[in-house]
């Protein structure tokens, strides 16, 4: 079992920055992703981060935030954090952070544990 929660969210204007962060009960070994979702659609993918030595912090990111947010973690503290900048209006959603065990995957279906999420509001 895994517990997370995520916190960062908040208003911005387009351009801005935000950073989020995701405090997990524990996370060696496991997957650590965020996903995004608007109301009424699927949640997306943004970005993930492996967090076991094999795997030597591999992370990757969606083609509508490359360049523009960052992941990272930090194992001491069990917290993963997405750096946002150059923000949009339609980076506007609820940011989710999950976690699966082994191997990172862009679907949302292949994760186990999820954090309450965090809304983030972006203004033209």
């Known amino acids: 079992q895994v517990q997370l929660v995520e916190s960062g969210g908040g208003s911005v204007q387009a351009g801005g920055s935000l950073r989020l962060s995701c405090q997990a009960s524990s996370m060696n070994n496991y997957c650590i992703a965020w996903f995004r979702q608007v109301a009424g659609k699927q949640r997306e993918w943004v970005s993930f981060i492996t967090t076991d030595d094999y795997r030597n912090d591999h992370r990757e990111y969606a083609d509508s935030v490359k360049g523009r947010f960052t992941i990272s973690k930090d194992n001491g503290q069990d917290t993963v954090v997405l750096q946002m900048s150059s923000l949009k209006p339609e980076d506007t959603a609820t940011y989710y952070c999950?976690?699966?065990?082994?191997?990172?995957?862009?679907?949302?279906?292949?994760?186990?544990?999820w954090g309450q999420g965090t809304q983030v509001t972006v203004s033209s």
């Open positions: 999950g976690a699966r065990w082994g191997y990172c995957s862009p679907g949302w279906y292949d994760y186990n544990y």
